[in-house]
T-cell receptor
Framework: DTGVSQDPRHKITKRGQNVTFRCDPI?????LYWYRQTLGQGPEFLTY????????KSRLLSDRFSAERPKGSFSTLEIQRTEQGDSAMYLC?????????????FGPGTRLTVL | AQTVTQSQPEMSVQEAETVTLSCTYD???????LFWYKQPPSRQMILVIR??????QNATENRFSVNFQKAAKSFSLKISDSQLGDTAMYFC???????????FGKGITLSVRP
């Protein structure tokens, strides 16, 4: 059973650059979530998809952030014009909707450092 | 909106002993789910245990069990026979039926001493 995978695992970039992260959910999982975790804190919700539809976005997700899930499989999270405050671990999770909220399974995360 | 509070930043336990991690939550929803996740150092977050709020019986999973007090909005995790591999950060989280996002506490760092 292949779990949730994320790429890259680490990204170092300079302020002002654009970055893109990828998440591959567990196959047959129709829900995909993005969270952000800063050091010493719990993850905070950013956005989620059901199949290819983006159903909810947090106010944490500024205009510089965009997420897609074009074919209802993998997802990408892009951050434009990165700022030092964007430095964090970006976590992806997936679940399968069976009429009731199901358990979310997390990937290893992408650690972003903005210099 | 829901909130999750973990007031203990860290705890330490001797190997083979029992430890309890505290969590309180607040939600206006009647239908919700509670979780404990474990995040080992530099490793990914994994599910420890899950509790449906409509179930009165406390969930158990091998050495892990919860004490779910719905009226008090308390959801503590008990780890029995602690092992070195239990050393990790533990997060309590709440998920409601109204939306699907998990709301996490700040986490607690658990160290198991040999």
């Amino acid at each position: 059973d292949t779990g949730v995978s994320q790429d890259p695992r680490h990204k170092i970039t300079k302020r002002g650059q654009n970055v893109t992260f990828r998440c591959d959910p567990i196959s047959e999982h129709n829900r995909l979530y993005w969270y952000r975790q800063t050091l010493g804190q719990g993850p905070e919700f950013l956005t989620y998809f059901q199949n290819e539809a983006q159903l909810e976005k947090s106010r944490l997700l500024s205009d510089r952030f965009s997420a897609e899930r074009p074919k209802g499989s993998f997802s990408t999270l892009e951050i434009q014009r990165t700022e030092q405050g964007d430095s964090a671990m970006y976590l992806c999770a997936s679940s399968v909707l069976r009429g009731v909220p199901d358990t979310q399974y997390f990937g290893p995360g992408t650690r972003l450092t903005v210099l | 909106a829901q909130t999750v509070t973990q007031s203990q930043p860290e705890m330490s336990v001797q190997e083979a002993e029992t430890v309890t991690l505290s969590c309180t939550y607040d939600t206006s929803e009647n239908n919700y789910y509670l979780f404990w996740y474990k995040q080992p150092p530099s490793r990914q977050m994994i599910l420890v245990i899950r509790q449906e709020a409509y179930k009165q019986q406390n969930a158990t999973e091998n050495r892990f069990s919860v004490n779910f007090q719905k009226a008090a909005k308390s959801f503590s995790l008990k780890i029995s026979d602690s092992q070195l591999g239990d050393t990790a950060m533990y997060f309590c989280a709440c998920l409601t039926g109204a939306n699907s996002k998990l709301t996490f506490g700040k986490g607690i760092t658990l160290s198991v001493r040999p």
